[in-house]
């Protein structure tokens, strides 16, 4: 996942920008950056790191203008490198800055045709930066000095026409405006939001809600699948719908883990999905557990919390805080490479061991992927004196490799695939395991927008809502994500961009 923010305002963006990135930090941690138009120039600042860590007041005071965009990163293309940071630039057409969350599944083929048909160079292995450039190629066939909001629909229509996948963008044009667009089944979220200022109407778009609350912008609503936002340079916003067949099938993940619960994703509040999770599978393990003796319900923070809560509410059960999380690790799924991953659960979470001495426990997460949460923390629950350790899991076995923005590249390193749930069990070394059912786990969403028909569940059952993922693609990104190939070089992620003016360290 990752985090996009855009702003047309009628004062400085540069510091909301940041603020709405500082709130989408749990969607990407690897890398930030910001662009800002100032009198027909773009001023960027983007590098590795959280963005408290890429921006100092010396790059703030250069981010001037009152349009711009902002990226926080989570690579699942390409490498770490900060040659990858976003946004990324082109200087033809107008210039345009470019930032996408997501990911697309025809890449492979685009690569190719970018070159024999655009001429186009692609200089890293982003599939972002390929995007940029197909929208690129498209609004270079608008004639005029100006782009209208004709224009633009029918450049994101052509764009749609070519590229399969999942897609949240925001691009600055410069000279014109922010156009930003979703792919036509909504996998990846975007919120449309305004804020009325003495000197007029400002519009910002982002990837959650939370960041137009932060910011002080008014959610207006989600941007539609397939539709395009077209705000011009002077404020005016133009909104269409590109795709043809659009359907609204967000990334359910979103719901179980990605985004923060105090977000709104198409109609749908991230907490009170949350909670339903919790509410049916507290009747699951009533009704599966019966017999069972658990003392107390302990939540694996952050993310399951709010879950965990609630299967304490229905079972009847304390519900107790049983391990402290160091506030300054970030979220252990999100980093890149096993390794870091592992060292980093103790060093984030440390149990209160009187919360578990002679006690049967409950332990809760949102989900199990690599297993590296649950393997670690029901050691930890043993090493404080629980008597027995069940686990239970607010999302089904994860067995399928997810395509979509989310760094699950490879079955194999998913702890559920090819296994079933004892195997499971062992493994992780818990008394007892559960899962969310996937039905209750899409009625739970659904609960609070029935109007949604379908949800992006592959990762659970394999169904890719775009259709065109076969056992050669899912190969093919095994091997190019494989752990190696994640992990840019050191020297290399400390190399400067070698493209438009950045502001550097000084
Ligand atoms: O089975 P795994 O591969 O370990 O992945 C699943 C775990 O990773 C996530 O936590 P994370 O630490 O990323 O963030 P959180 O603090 O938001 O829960 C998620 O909430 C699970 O705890
Ligand atoms: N998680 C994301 O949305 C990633 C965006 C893009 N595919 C990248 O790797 O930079
Ligand atoms: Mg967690």
Redesign the pocket.
Known sequence: MCGIVGIVGKSQVAQSLYDGLTVLQ?RGQDAAGIITIDENRFNLRKANGLVRDVFHTRHMKRLTGNMGIGHCRYPTAGTSSSAEAQPFYVNSPFGIAFAHNGNLTNAHELQEEVFRIARRHINTSSDSELLLNIFAHELQSCTELTVSAKDVFKVVTSVHKKIRGAYAVVAAIIGQGIVAFRDPHGIRPLALGKRVTEMGEEYMVASESVALDTVGFKFIRDVAPGEAVFITESGELHTQQCAEQPSTSPCIFEFV?FARPDSFIDGISVYASRVNMGRKLGEKIAKEWADLDIDVVIP?????SDVALQIATTLNLPYRQGFV?NRYI??????PGQTM?KK??RR?LNAISSEFRGKNVLLV??????????GQIIEMARESGAKKVYFASAAPEIRFPNVYGIDMPSANEL?AYGREIEQIADLIQADGLIFQDIQDLVDAVREENPDIKRFETSVFDGNYITADIDQDYLERIDIARGEKSRQAPVVQAELSNLEMHNIEEL
Do not use: L, Q
Request: no cysteine.
């Open positions: 749990h883990y694996i923070p952050e993310t399951s999380k970030g979220r252990t799924f999100i980093m991953r980093s659960v984030k997460d949102d989900s199990i992927v690599r297993g590296t949460t649950s702890i």
